[in-house]
């Protein structure tokens, strides 16, 4: 198993945009769920994880927490073997590091929302929102 590569991240002012991308070379890429997370640093990555949203893996079906829905959409290409977080509208709230993780061999429309689903997780990439 690879590692996810989360790119993207960077500093911007509120009511900004950013987008987040992030790859893996996993053979079940397109048989798994894919979410996002984020952490505020100190934490331990997973665990300590809020997740932010994800996509089952037909792209079917997404799932946001309330804080940023209508403001952040998820989309996945699987033949890239990549998945997107589209991020707008962004808060001072939104600083954090985000994570993308991968949870293998789920159903069509599973988007799992509990860290511990998802077994595979990229390095992180900061976001940071200032006011």
């Known amino acids: 198993q690879l590692r996810p590569v989360e790119s993207g991240g960077g500093s911007v002012q509120a009511g900004g945009s950013l987008r987040l991308s992030c790859t893996i070379s996993?053979?079940?890429?397109?048989?798994?769920?894919m979410g996002w997370f984020r952490q505020v640093p100190g934490g331990v990555p997973g665990k300590d994880s809020e997740?932010?949203?994800?996509?089952?893996?037909?792209?079917?079906?997404?799932d946001f927490i309330d804080s940023v829905k209508g403001r952040f959409t998820i989309s996945r290409d699987n033949a890239k073997k990549s998945i997107y977080l589209q991020m707008d509208s962004l808060k001072p709230e939104d600083t954090a590091i985000y994570y993308c993780?991968?949870?293998?061999?789920?159903?069509?429309?599973?988007?799992?929302?509990?860290?511990?689903?998802?077994?595979?997780w990229g390095q992180g990439t900061q976001v940071t929102v200032s006011s």
């Open positions: 997740f932010v949203g994800g996509i089952s893996r037909n792209g079917a079906r997404a």
């Open positions: 993780a991968a949870a293998p061999y789920q159903d069509d429309l599973v988007v799992p929302t509990r860290w511990n689903t998802y077994i595979i």
């Open positions: 996993e053979p079940s890429f397109s048989m798994s769920a």
